[in-house]
């Protein structure tokens, strides 16, 4: 999407704009000549995730923008507060909020631990309802209000409250801000949206999540930014109320052309649906299309036998290497016509495989029927693809049940 110019001037306040969708978003919006409150938490840099606050606030200048680098924890009201003080003293006021700043835990909820529950909650939704609340007086005297909340459509189907209910609490948490808000500020010209990808996005914090090959199903955080311009650019009576996806969004603004958007071009066709959104785990697999990883779903199941076999493979196939890499103890809990309880020590000595429970305590268990569960270890069916269609559950560490995807790599070609 091209930029207009529309947006030069305006200050804009966003949360989490150190790296990912946030820094995608001020980007974009410099180019205009916008100036950029980066209010996020990393100062110093981060040992896993790349940029800080003030690296994102070169880049912005980079592009053409003016920039305000703030520490923000957005669950301190003190600084919070300080922030948009400083905002108001440096550029005059405030006239957009995007809140982008989120945390997630995909876990059920026994293992969910109240530490992990309110960090969620305290940024999700308190976070987003704080920033608001402290920007809204200055939204009031801008004739360009806008709040941007990168966050879902309510979707009340029972299967997204099911594998990560306290999750979707918070998420949602969010989009009832924009509910509320939106009829609450219609008459002060403030217009209140969501904004929610139709697919996954490759970030750092993704490919924490769910290892480096997440890009071959993801699209760039440069379809949320574009889409994030084209509502931001609205004459705010016109746009408020609404829960947004991305590609409708920018369809809307006459770009037709989503390939350019995916981070691996020929995979276009073959993306990742996002949570949320208005289709069943079940419909999943007919809503990919034909060749993509959701779609290997709908291949037949594994014949009698075969998961016996697999873990026989995998035994015969350890290493002090695998184990080095791996460093992590999986229970595999299996259903089906091939049920039972399996595990793989990957963390101690050469490694152990076995049937029934792990001797050590599992650092992540997996859940899965036996249907699905051989075309994972063989490289047909990606686990982050199978996880995010509910096809496989994970307790306990989910970013050590990612490392299985290199052990499943090397399977591949020998089963």
């Known amino acids: 999407m091209k930029n207009t110019g529309k947006l030069a001037g305006r200050t804009i306040f966003i949360t989490g704009a150190s790296r990912g969708i946030g820094k995608a978003i001020a980007l974009k919006a410099a180019q205009d000549g916008a100036n950029i409150v980066v209010a996020a938490k990393t100062a110093e840099p981060h040992p896993k995730l790349p940029g800080t606050i003030f690296t994102a606030a070169a880049e912005i200048e980079a592009a053409g923008g003016k920039a305000l680098p703030c520490v923000v924890d957005v669950r301190d009201e003190n600084a919070v507060r300080t922030a948009v003080k400083n905002a108001v003293e440096k550029f005059g006021g405030i006239d957009i909020l995007v809140n982008n700043a989120s945390a997630i835990s995909l876990t059920p909820t026994e293992q969910t631990d109240m530490k992990r529950y309110d960090l969620m909650h305290n940024i999700n939704t308190r976070g987003t309802f704080l920033v608001s609340k402290e920007c809204i007086p200055y939204l009031k005297n801008s004739n360009h209000a806008h709040i941007l909340n990168i966050s879902p459509p309510l979707n009340m189907s029972a299967h997204w409250f099911s594998n990560h209910v306290a999750y979707t609490m918070a998420k949602y948490g969010m989009s009832m801000c924009v509910l509320g808000m939106a009829e609450e500020f219609k008459k002060d010209n403030v217009a209140v949206n969501a904004l929610w990808p139709r697919t996954a996005i490759y970030?750092?914090?993704?490919e924490m999540l769910t290892g480096k090959e997440s890009n071959q199903f993801s699209r760039k955080p440069e379809i949320m930014s574009d889409a994030a311009y084209a509502i931001l650019c609205k004459e705010p009576k016109n746009c408020t109320g609404n829960f947004l996806i991305d590609d409708e969004v920018l369809q809307a603004a006459g770009i037709t052309d989503m390939?350019?958007?995916?981070?691996i071009p020929e995979n276009a066709d073959k993306l990742m649906p996002d949570f949320f959104l208005d289709v069943a785990p079940e419909k999943?697999?007919?809503?990919?299309?034909?060749?993509?990883?959701?779609?290997?779903?709908?291949?037949?199941?594994?014949?009698?036998?075969?998961?016996e076999g697999l873990f026989q493979k995998i035994e015969s196939?350890?290493?002090?290497?695998?184990?080095?890499?791996?460093g992590a103890v999986f229970e595999f809990n299996v259903k089906g016509e091939e049920a039972g309880l399996w595990f793989a020590d990957l963390k101690n000595g050469i490694g152990k495989v076995g049937k029934g429970k792990s001797p050590v305590a599992a650092d992540a268990t997996l859940t899965m029927d036996s249907k699905h569960f051989f075309d994972m270890f063989s490289g047909k069916l990606k686990p982050a693809s199978a996880f995010m269609t509910g096809k496989l559950k994970i307790s306990g560490d989910l970013q050590k049940a990612m490392k299985l995807e290199k052990l499943m790599g090397g399977l591949k070609s020998k089963l």
Request: hydrophobic share 50%; charged share 25%; proline share 2%.
């Open 203 to 206: 970030t750092a914090a993704m």
């Open 317 to 326: 196939l350890l290493s002090d290497e695998i184990v080095k890499k791996t």
């Open 284 to 307: 999943l697999v007919e809503f990919a299309a034909e060749g993509s990883h959701a779609a290997s779903l709908k291949k037949a199941a594994a014949p009698a036998g075969k998961i």
């Open 259 to 263: 390939k350019q958007y995916a981070c």
